[in-house]
């Protein structure tokens, strides 16, 4: 299976102070079809308006990853924990047996972010935290670990999943080995690349479960995730 996705058919909500794409179903928006791709579950690419946010919720059962492109997001959670995630941070929460969290922009300008959620390796984990922050040297033609469940340098989750992040010059290429039994997810940030002669330009996704090594070349400069993760 090799799938390209255009930009057009992720899911957009604008709800004033929430402007979000959701590439998987999520929330009110339901498709059978498009639940998960593996251990991706949730893949929102969100914009907040300042003094905007989400009040105390609960999560559980759930590794989330959020990854901050542009300003910044207040993170506030039941095991006491109160940071703030600013652009090029990534933060790591698993919600395991059950945990409580706010998300507000308390900044002066809009808050670009991904909020990425992967299904656990295994159930009842104690919930936890994390947060690192990576310079955009670390993923100039090259992929970048951003979290992995190996240690790979980026910030650890509990699951066999690894989330990539890349920035590419014009011409600049890279290859992505996947082996039996996992996925390829890419999603476009910005420009335009041409994986495998396919083209993908901001906003596509590329699916695909086949083995070998992906090629990626960037026809423009080009950023990108890519998350190879268990089927």
């Given at each position: ?29 339901y ?75 308390r ?36 992929l ?30 890279l ?20 994986v ?6 901001t ?29």
């Amino acid at each position: 299976m090799f799938q390209v996705l255009p930009a057009a058919v992720r899911h957009f909500s604008d709800y004033g102070w929430l402007k979000t794409y959701w590439l998987f179903s999520f929330s009110d928006y339901y498709d059978p079809q498009n639940v998960q791709f593996g251990s991706l579950r949730v893949f929102n690419d969100d914009v907040v308006l300042p003094g905007e946010g989400f009040p105390m919720h609960p999560h559980r059962e759930m590794e989330i990853v959020t990854i901050v492109l542009d300003g910044e997001i207040s993170h506030e959670d039941s095991l006491g924990n109160k940071s703030v995630i600013r652009a090029h941070d990534v933060q790591r929460m698993s919600a395991g047996t059950g945990i409580m969290h706010s998300e507000f922009n308390r900044a002066a300008a809009p808050v670009h972010f991904y909020q990425v959620w992967i299904t656990p390796g295994q159930r009842r984990l104690k919930p936890s935290y994390d947060q690192k922050t990576l310079e955009p040297s670390a993923w100039k033609n090259r992929l970048a670990t951003l979290a992995s469940g190996a240690d790979k340098g980026g910030i650890l989750i509990h699951s066999d999943t690894t989330i990539y992040r890349s920035f590419l010059d014009e011409n600049a290429k890279l290859s992505h080995s996947a082996h039996s039994g996992r996925g390829t997810f890419l999603y476009m940030m910005t420009g335009a690349l041409k994986v495998a002669g396919h083209v993908l330009r901001t906003g596509d996704q590329l699916r695909t479960d086949d083995e070998g090594d992906l090629s990626i070349l960037a026809t423009a400069p080009s950023e990108f995730i890519l998350i190879d993760v268990p089927l």
